[in-house]
């Protein structure tokens, strides 16, 4: 009897976390689609108008830019307090303001090579697959991971804050590239590991929730910056 209620109880925290999983991965892929309807919709809507001047990004760009940085920090700091409804409108929110900003990199490619959007999107789709499988899967503890890419993470914002007054050229711009892919690959790994160990300590259906918006969150950074680096590298020259 014993042996059989516990049978059914880890089947039931297995079918648990694959509901947990299923809610992370749609809030994850809508933001992907929202920012691709925005992105869309600001190229062929002439919303590059509004972004540029005749020396350069407008005000509105960076308002847009930082301002969704600094949602993106909020939200996080916070997601714990919200309800998991006004958490995913922040997510939603903040995946607009992205393909938004993200215009730029992609009028360039289309100028550039109109099918490097496609194949930086694939590339970076099946390393982040790749990547999310490793993390649930490995028996490894990747933790020790975090601080060094905590600090990476922070050196790509510190250097791309950087290239607004002193624009990266040639090949350290290719070793940005290069160390961003690489650093957002692990961070999907990582964030994998630490969402089932955040499961699996239990907690109310609302906090479940609430981590599954800020897991949503986590991932779609790590999957959109790995697109906009390989899309950079794909357009390098």
Known sequence: MVTRKSEISAQNRGGGIELYLKRIFSLMFGAVALTAVAAYMTIWGGGLNYLFTPTGFSGLYYVLLFG???LSIW??????????????????????LIGVTMTPL???????????????????????????????KTV????????FLFMGMIGLILVGIASFIWPLGG??????????V???ALFTAYDMQMLKRAYATG???????????????????SFVAMFQYLLSLLNRN
């Open 203 to 221: 907690g109310d259906e609302t906090t479940r929730n609430q981590l599954a918006v800020l897991g949503a969150l986590h991932l779609y950074i």
């Open 75 to 96: 939200a996080q700091v916070r997601v714990f307090n919200m309800r998991p409804a006004t958490a995913a409108l922040m997510l939603a929110l903040y995946a607009i």
């Open 171 to 180: 090949t350290f711009a290719t070793i940005v590239s290069f160390i961003g």
């Open 182 to 184: 690489l650093i957002f």
């Open 106 to 136: 992609i009028a360039v490619a289309l100028t550039v090579n109109p099918a490097s959007i496609l194949q930086a999107f694939v590339i970076a789709a099946l390393m982040f697959g790749c990547m999310a499988m490793f993390g649930y």
């Open 140 to 147: 490894k503890d990747l933790s020790f991971l975090g601080i």
């Open 68 to 70: 969704g940085l600094g």
